[in-house]
């Protein structure tokens, strides 16, 4: 997953089934399609903030603490399991990542405060002489 995040194969789980889309006669006789399953609640893999992190952000997507990812757009089963699990590893990776931090504003500098106002000044100067006065 990143640097110090792994998640091991035996935390997660696979099942298979037949899928719709490309494959024709095949995907009538092929369990293609791909759920991959990882329990984010109970976990050992994960440190307590990144699985308050995780459960807090997924709470979405987790039903019972457990984040579901299903793959079916290829025609081979392998295509779909390595599919589903950089999805899986890309979802958590956002999920566990930490917050970015805060802005922190700024003042405009004197020289943007200048700009700003003699831009006002010409355009309010450009209307100005856009008025039809009744005297000309």
Known sequence: ???WLLIPAGELSERFSR??????QGV??????VELSF???RSPSLTETARRRALDRLRSRLS?????VVSSGERSQLMNREEAR???????????APPKP????TKPSRGARERRLESKRRRSQLKRNRRWTGDQ
């Open 1 to 3: 997953m990143n640097s």
């Open 19 to 24: 899928s719709s889309g490309p494959g024709g």
């Open 28 to 33: 009538n006789t092929t369990d293609s399609r």
């Open 39 to 41: 329990d984010v609640a």
């Open 64 to 68: 019972g603490g457990v984040l579901t």
């Open 86 to 96: 950089e999805r899986l590893a890309a979802i958590l990776r956002d999920a566990v």
């Open 102 to 105: 805060p802005r922190i504003p």
